[in-house]
């Protein structure tokens, strides 16, 4: 078996030096782990599976091509009941993994990667914060009882948390302004332009370059610049997608339909609080039905991933998903929908009149507990 996997590797080598197809290496050498252990490569922010292989001697090897460069993927491996990973910034690159299982995730040694290295340069200014964050997550949500959690304790733990968010938020920025032109800074801008003023955003984007600004990593940003938001007291913004049952529709057929609120859901497959929250969303369709449709729109990149997740959630409303999306995000970016899942409550005469993000237990009777005498 390891003949197997380092001759793969010499033929890999071969096919690039001899200008064949061009994709990515992983190598990994890694200790500390049981032989036969099964190492996968997923995507970040859906968990769609890339690639996966065994290791031998310590030792595994992954090879194929990705779709564009670059991409953060997750490098995982089931251990016993835990899973330890470490996140990768490549391209179709040749690249090795080398460390420790205690070294998951903040030492692993991740080498031969030109977008790593400047993830790396971000990385060594905000690791020792999100240590401290993630103990105290730790120590919060797994570690504290239900009672200390509502008490002094647990309020402590999260001004604590936040405090360190603050720290890690304003170094990413600086990070932003100092080096405009890295992809860790378009990736950056992207997750927090919400969160700057439109000419800011503008004026770090015009200074990045012809590469960074035409890489899919910058599409959600030029629709940001190109659409007009809408938030509470506007009305609704309509759009075109797809429902569960292949059919093309518009969110104005639901709207005001029946003289009923439409409460419009942005969700996605990996969102651990958006499936706790369909039990609460299965039984508003009972408890509402004369007062309220409900809407979910999917932001999975992949109409495969969104289909698997209709079959896993058992949905009983409407399901809708969008191939545009996946390109731009065109239907949740003016919806300014910055985590999952987002909610807005949309009137009969089709204007919003809440939106919130997050999801509790009780959440939705708090909400909209008053639609049930109309």
Sequence with gaps: MRTQIWMGSLLTLGLLACGGPKGYVIQGDVTGFPDSTLFRLVGSAVPEYQDSAWMVNGRFQMQGILPDEPRIMWLTARVGQQTKGVPIFIGNERVKVQGDISDFPYEVIVSGSKYQEQWDELDRLTTKYDRQKDSAAIILYRQLSPEDRAGE??????????????????????????????YPSLI????????YQKDTVQMLFDRMSAELQASAWAKPIRTYLESESVSEGDSFLD??????????????????????????????????????ANKEMREMVDIYSDSLRIVSFWVD????????????????????????NTDNGHVSIPYRARGFPTFFLIDPQGVIVQKWMGYG??????KIGRLKNK
């Design 153 to 182: 304790k647990g309020k402590k733990l999260e001004n604590q948390i936040h405090l360190l968010q603050q720290t890690i938020d304003s170094l990413e920025r600086d990070f932003l302004f100092k080096r405009t032109d890295t």
């Design 188 to 195: 950056h801008l992207q997750y927090k332009m919400y969160d």
């Design 239 to 276: 759009f075109e997608a797809e429902d569960q049952n292949g059919n093309r529709v518009h969110l104005s057929d639901f709207v005001g339909k029946d003289g009923k609120y439409v409460l419009l859901d942005f969700t996605a497959t990996g969102c651990g609080p958006c499936i706790m």
């Design 301 to 324: 990149s992949s109409r495969d991933t969104w289909q698997k997740s209709l079959q896993r959630d058992s949905l009983c409303w409407t399901s809708l998903w969008s191939a545009e």
């Design 361 to 366: 237990p009780g959440m939705f009777d708090q």
